[in-house]
Nanobody, 123 residues
Framework: VQLQACGGGLVQPGGCLRL?????????????MIWVRQAPGKEREFVAA????????YYADSVKGRFTISRDNAKDTVYLQMISLKPEDTAVYYC?????????????????WGQGTEVTVSS
């Protein structure tokens, strides 16, 4: 089982990035997916979640209206489109997978985790 996250980088405030997370080793379409982030010196926090089909999504209040989670089950990939980025969005972003057909926002319930991709928002 592998979750490979990429797409992070350095961006100016107000800019945008799209993160991708490619899954392998399991039946991706059976799994809910989540993006979480961890800023330096802080605990991991929930960012966005999506159910197996992509028909249901859920966002943290801090990113609602700026971030969009989506998935392509044909490509075994989940995305996080981020716009209007703020310095407080700076963190390492992780994707995770859970075998369920509903949206799950509790981090400790997730089965598989990726290695993370770093996002830095700074001028």
């Amino acid at each position: 089982v592998q979750l490979q996250a990429c797409g992070g980088g350095l961006v100016q405030p107000g800019g945008c990035l799209r993160l991708s997370c490619v899954a392998s080793g399991f039946t991706f379409s059976w799994f809910a997916m989540i993006w979480v982030r961890q800023a330096p010196g802080k605990e991991r926090e929930f960012v966005a979640a999506i159910n197996w089909s992509g028909g249901a999504t859920y966002y943290a209040d801090s990113v609602k209206g700026r971030f969009t989670i989506s998935r392509d089950n044909a490509k075994d990939t989940v995305y996080l489109q981020m716009i209007s980025l703020k310095p407080e969005d700076t963190a390492v972003y992780y994707c995770a997978a859970k075998l369920t057909n509903v949206v799950v926002t509790t981090l400790r319930l997730y089965d598989y985790w990726g290695q993370g991709t770093e996002v830095t928002v700074s001028s």
